[in-house]
């Protein structure tokens, strides 16, 4: 159903942090792509419309809207370009903790044990009706600004009315992963961890247990490119990123995305887009600038 690979998040500061909660306005360029955690997922939309995806389901989502992710669940909310405000951005509440500290909760406070003790938790996605949203996006706004004890304290009076409401629809099934998708989520995140420093055939390959033959066989039959191709595309994408939204110079991206020199990383660069990367940056900054 989908030709994404699905990209494996972890929770930031998860030693210092049991839950995670953001206001993000971001420019939805930057939005996160297809993704999954070991997470519970709250998420409030404050500006911007689009298509949401979660399992198996494709389905449009608009302002007020609220949803419920399940852990380990793949996912993305792709925004519509007429969505956003002036400066091309959209903005949404997102809350996320592991179910683990929802259990911890209930083996702490007998209080939460009794709220909880006939919530059966979902392996679907949700999408809350209009009560429950208007509830998520009062508390979730209400958090802005608080200390995180403060919104811990929210957290633990407002959760139990999440999972116990009846206001929602299913929204989404998990999909089984085949082992060969595993595999190659294993290869772009190992990619994306060391793509700043040279990555040899034999280190991937003893990365995803192979030969150095057979990896070259198997990824090209998966992705239809060389590994090599692909880890120039992700260096490029990535300079790319780093030339429409840093002013960072060309040479300091040059290093940043792992290329050694700064005149072959011009050519490479051309010839892939037709234009070198200071007209590309000219290019994306007119552009920005002409936009509403």
Not at 163 to 192: C, S, W
Request: charged content about 20%; hydrophobic content about 35%; proline content about 3%.
């Amino acid at each position: 159903m989908f030709d994404e690979t699905v990209i494996p998040y972890s929770l930031p500061e998860e030693h210092n942090h049991s839950f995670f909660f953001i206001d993000q306005c971001i420019n939805i360029s930057l939005e996160a792509k297809l993704h999954n955690h070991d997470a519970w997922e709250i998420y409030y939309i404050v500006k911007g419309h689009g298509t949401r995806i979660a399992g198996d389901t494709v389905i449009t989502f608009v302002e007020g809207d609220a949803a419920l992710i399940p852990p380990n669940m793949h996912h993305c909310w792709k925004y519509n370009q007429n969505s956003t405000d002036a400066d091309g951005c959209v903005h949404y509440l997102m809350l996320a903790f592991s179910h683990n500290f929802i259990k911890h909760c209930i083996d702490t406070f007998p209080e939460i044990r009794i709220a909880f003790a006939n919530v059966t938790f979902p392996s679907e996605a949700l999408k809350f009706g209009k009560k429950t949203s208007e509830l998520i996006g009062k508390i979730l706004s209400g958090m802005i600004g608080m200390s995180d004890c403060r919104r811990l304290s929210e957290i633990l009076s407002f959760l139990p009315d999440v999972f116990n409401t009846h206001d929602y629809i299913a929204a989404g099934k998990p999909i089984r992963i085949e082992k060969d998708v595993r595999r190659l989520q294993h290869i772009t995140e190992y990619v994306m961890a060391h793509y700043v420093h040279e990555i040899s055939l034999q280190d991937i390959a003893n990365e995803v247990g192979m030969n150095k033959s057979a990896f070259c066989s198997y990824f090209k039959k998966h992705k239809g490119m060389t590994f090599s191709q692909f880890v120039t595309q992700y260096r490029l994408n990535t300079a790319c990123e780093l030339l429409k939204n840093t002013k960072k110079q060309i040479s300091e991206i040059c290093y940043m995305v792992g290329f050694n020199d700064l005149s072959h990383f011009t050519h490479v660069f051309t010839a892939t887009y037709g234009i070198s990367p200071s007209k590309y940056r000219m290019s994306t900054s007119l552009q920005s600038n002409f936009n509403p």
